[in-house]
Structures are given as structure tokens and as C-alpha cells.
């Protein structure tokens, strides 16, 4: 271990620097479980942080779905579910990528630390794996379809040039 101080070493000298230093060591590796601890930590300390981050992200599209008037809880094990059956990784779609990105969950083991939604999200997720349908979860829309575009209408035709007004009337109206 090495410090730099600056400052006056001695009070007849002038401003400088001072470095201490001390060396330590040891002949041997004392016995201990750091190794294992630290693997344990690098393993598992990721995907922990991810499930977390994911499931606080979950709960607030919960909520909006909730006040939309579904399930909120059971869209969103849908989408975990049809995620792994339907949307391709690396996809040349942006959108599609970004959502699977976000329903995806890490496939390592779950601590018992972790708390039961996480659990609950796991096997949704996981069970599209196994599964050729999701429609065990109760909801009615799939946000996987709304990602891929599925729910998009087609743009109103609007015939400007025998009402000029229109085009602003049913923006605004």
C-alpha cells in the first residue's frame, strides 16, 4: 500500500510531497471461502439486479393496465410467456428488440432470497418455453401483437380538396 500526503514533512523543510508505503504479505493462502463467495456474488449478483429492475418496471404496467380496465397482473405473465415463442432475438426491428430485451428474463436459478414475484414472473416466463399457447393467462389483449404492430389502423382517408378544413377538424374536432 502506497499513500502520497502533501504537505510540510518536517517543519525546517519546504512544501513537497511525502510518500509512505508499507508492504505486507504472506507466505501462503489462508483457508477461507472468499473464492466461493465471490464466485457466488459474480454468478448471481446480475441477473438478481435484472429480475429486480424488470419486476419494478412489471408492476408499474400492472398499474396502468389495472386502470385500463385488464388484469394487469395477467397481461403481463402473457407477455412473459408469448415473449419466448414469438419474438426472435436480434430482430431487425427495433421495437421488437427493445421488447424482448424488456420480457426476457435471466435463465439462472432463483435465490431463495428473492422475493415471490420473482418467482411468479420465472415461471411465466418459462412456461413459454414449454407451452404452444399462453392462453392460460386471462387476458385479452397480447402486448407481444401490440409490439409487432398487430393492433395498428390504418390512417383515415381524408379528402382535402373538397373540404380544406377537414384535415384540421379531425385532428382537432
Excluded at 385500463?68 to 431487425?92: A, F, N
Excluded at 435463465?107 to 411468479?120: C, D, F, G, S, W
Aim: aromatic share 10%; net charge positive.
Amino acid at each position: 500500500m502506497t499513500v502520497g500526503l502533501i504537505g510540510q514533512p518536517a517543519p525546517s523543510s519546504s512544501p513537497g510531497t511525502f510518500t509512505f508505503g508499507m508492504n505486507w504479505g504472506i507466505a501462503y493462502e489462508l483457508p477461507n471461502t472468499t473464492e466461493t463467495a465471490r464466485f457466488y456474488h459474480k454468478k448471481y449478483r446480475k441477473p438478481v439486479a435484472q429480475r429486480r429492475s424488470r419486476r419494478e418496471l412489471y408492476e408499474k404496467i400492472e398499474l396502468i393496465l389495472d386502470n385500463m380496465g385488464y388484469s394487469g397482473r395477467q397481461c403481463i405473465l402473457k407477455t412473459l410467456c408469448e415473449t419466448t415463442q414469438r419474438i426472435v432475438p436480434h430482430s431487425t426491428n427495433m421495437v421488437e428488440e427493445i421488447f424482448r430485451t424488456l420480457f426476457t428474463l435471466p435463465m439462472t436459478k432463483l435465490l431463495k432470497t428473492e422475493p415471490l414475484e420473482h418467482t411468479i414472473y420465472d415461471s411465466a416466463h418459462r412456461l413459454g418455453v414449454i407451452l404452444e399457447n399462453c392462453d392460460i393467462y386471462k387476458c385479452p389483449i397480447s402486448l407481444v401483437d401490440w409490439a409487432q404492430g398487430y393492433y395498428n389502423a390504418p390512417a383515415p382517408k381524408i379528402d382535402t380538396a373538397r373540404n380544406p378544413w377537414a384535415l384540421f377538424s379531425s385532428n382537432f374536432g
